[in-house]
């Protein structure tokens, strides 16, 4: 990806905590338009947090965030996801009673180009996720683990996000169905999408993405070129060698 490319996110020096719990300790990331940056590390490293706090979900932390150019640190989250910001939390956070199809177009809330919204529903049904359409009026609870996983990521779309972050969407999937998700992030990634991928799965993340950061207990210690980052002695050892990696 070339550095000239547009900054989509600047993270600068951000802090979180939880009470006395610091769970995020300084940290500054940049992610490009048109990039797949993935953020890597171990249970309870910090990802989640740092995601969430993004998308302006903690109250009380320090350091500054901007977007597309404007300072949104001070922003509520509401107006971050109109500017173009979107989290697909970890679990997924579908509504389970309702339809496929109603879960879908509540991703498009905070747009008001009605005509476009539509077309783009048909589209996320048809072109993007076919079985999303076959099973439109179902109710997402009770589509499989990696159907809801799908219906996440479509739901994110319709807000026709400027960044898309993805929070451990392989978590709970089984094998083929994790390759399967990284097509999906594969193809978002071709069709322009820019995106923060936070993943356990450090081998398959670091497959597909153009940079990573690597997170150990809330600091930032090792970020750069994910086919680098990949060959680096540190990460082979910590994260590419376990079984949680190797799936
Ligand atoms: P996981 O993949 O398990 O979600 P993570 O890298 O996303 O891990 P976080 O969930 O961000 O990590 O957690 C970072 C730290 O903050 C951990 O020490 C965790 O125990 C703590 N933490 C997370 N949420 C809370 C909370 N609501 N209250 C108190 N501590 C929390």
Known sequence: MA???????????????????????????EVRQGELVALIGANGAGKSTLLRAILGLHQGYKGKLVFLGQDVTALPPEKRVSAG????????????????????????????????????????????????????????GTLSGGEQQMLAIARGLMAAPKLMMLDEPSLGLAPLIVNQMFQIIADLKARGIT??????????????ADRAYVLETGTLVLQGNARELANDERVKRTYLGGDTCSR
């Open 3 to 29: 550095q000239s490319s547009q900054v989509v996110l600047r993270v600068e020096d951000l802090h979180v905590a939880y009470g006395n719990i610091q769970a995020v300790r300084g940290v500054s990331i």
């Open 195 to 208: 995106i923060l991928l936070s993943e356990q799965n450090a081998r398959k993340a670091l497959q597909a």
């Open 85 to 140: 910001i979107c989290l697909v939390p970890e679990g997924r956070g579908i509504l389970a009673p309702l339809t496929v199809k109603d879960n879908l177009g509540l991703g498009a809330y905070p747009r008001s180009d009605f005509m476009q919204v539509s077309q783009d529903l048909n589209k996320m049904m048809g072109e993007h996720f076919p079985i999303l359409g076959q099973r439109r009026g179902q109710k997402a």
